[in-house]
Structures are given as C-alpha cells and as structure tokens.
C-alpha cells in the first residue's frame, strides 16, 4: 500500500523567512504524481504545486518550490518570502496515474507565519 | 478555472435524521468524484469513489448503508448520510476528476467542503 508520511505536525516561520515542509512517501509504482495542497481556515483545498516522477526536473510555482528526490521517496516544500496569507494547513498527496485521481494524503503540516 | 460546487457549506441536524450533500461540477463533466471525510486537524480520509451511471466504491471501513453516493450524471454526485448520528459529524469534501484535457494539466479539483453536525 502506498503511504505519504509528514513527520512536522506544526511549523512556524517569520514573515519574509524561507520555510521547508517535510514529505516522504512509500511506492513501488514508477508512474505517479506528488503534490502539495494549502487548506486554509476557510477549509478549502488549494493545489500550491504538482511533481510528475518521470521529470527529473524540480517543479516551481513563483515562491514555492520543490525538492523531490525519486530514489529517497522525498518530496519537500519549500516556501520563500513567508507571507502572512501562507498560514495553512499543508498536505503531501500522492496519485498513480493508473488508479485515477484517488489521493493519498499525508497527515498534514501546520504552518504558522508570524509577523 | 474549473469549479466544483458543493451545498450545503455547513448543516445541523438531528440525530436520526439524514442529510444530503450535492456536489457539482460547474464547467466541466466529471467521469469521477471523490468523497473524503476529515476530522479536526487531522488529514483526508477517502471514503468512496463514485463513477457516473455505476455502483460506488467504498473504502475498506465505510458502511455503504449508512452513506449513500449517487452519481446520477456527469456533473452530479450526492453523499446521503442516514440516520446521522453525533459520531457523524465531520467535515465532508468532495472532489470531481475532469473528463478530456482543460487548460491545465491538472484533472482533479475539490469542493468547498460541508460542515456537518448532528445533534
């Protein structure tokens, strides 16, 4: 069974400061997608950025960014210049292309921006 | 953008009754939706998967009497909680995978979400 693994329950930050959340991840697929979403405290899910596995190349969406390691199943966020709006819930998700759009998610990080 | 509505946004009932949440897909048809369960600070749990015109699939745990997921069309899906109880009360999220290419490579998009509480 695949498994998605988010060991920082809480993470805090200074506004303008970089943060990395933490992600690993259990497959013996080679086809997959990792993501990584915000739920805010209004609740909704928020795709932040997506990784296919067969790029090598890491994924990019203005501040955030990703360090995805195929060979080590790792799959870290990286937030640059912490603004008070990241505050949020974040999940690593992992999908196989060939059971669909089902998600697996990781436990959760709570990231807290402080002023 | 492709949107997926969910009603209603939060909903209080008695014990013993049932409720039921639609889920909608706007400007897109959807050939899967996706019914996730998540408790207070905790992660989401995939409770079932439902295709248009077919049976649901439930996840190992999930009683399928006590949820009912009609997928009655492309752009529908409807989650029945009967005879809720307060151990029901819960947030409810739906996600609907989009059928063909859109825009973006992307393919699965998330309800805003019910707030259920059972008294």
């Known amino acids: 069974a695949q498994t998605v693994t988010q060991s920082q329950p809480e993470m805090s930050v200074q506004e303008a400061e970089t943060v990395t959340l933490s992600c690993t991840y259990d497959?013996?697929?080679?086809?997959?997608?990792l993501f990584w979403y915000k739920q805010p405290p209004s609740r909704q899910m928020i795709l932040v950025i997506r990784q296919e596995a067969y790029k090598q190349q890491n994924a990019t969406e203005n501040r955030f960014s990703v360090n995805f390691q195929k060979a080590a199943k790792s799959f870290s966020l990286k937030i640059s210049d912490s603004q008070l709006g990241d505050a949020a819930m974040y999940f690593c998700a992992y999908r196989v292309e060939t059971s669909g759009s089902r998600l697996t998610f990781g436990e959760g990080t709570q990231l807290t921006v402080n002023p | 953008g492709a949107v997926v509505s969910q009603h209603p946004s939060r909903v209080i009932c008695k014990s013993g009754t049932s409720v039921k949440i639609e889920c909608r897909s706007l400007?897109?048809?959807?050939?899967?939706m996706f019914w996730y369960r998540q408790f207070p600070k905790q992660s989401l749990m995939l409770m079932a998967t439902?295709?248009?015109?077919?049976?649901?699939?439930?996840e190992q745990g999930v009683e399928k009497d006590k949820f009912l997921i009609n997928h009655a069309s492309l752009t529908l899906s409807t989650l029945t909680v009967t005879s809720a109880h307060p151990e029901d009360s819960s947030f409810y999220i739906c996600?609907?995978?989009?059928?063909?290419?859109?825009?973006?490579?992307?393919?699965?998009?998330f309800g805003s979400g019910t707030q259920l509480s059972v008294l």
């Open positions: 996600s609907a995978e989009r059928r063909g290419r859109g825009a973006t490579n992307e393919k699965l998009f």
């Open positions: 400007d897109f048809q959807a050939t899967t």
């Open positions: 497959t013996s697929e080679s086809d997959y997608y």
């Open positions: 439902s295709n248009e015109g077919s049976k649901a699939t439930y």
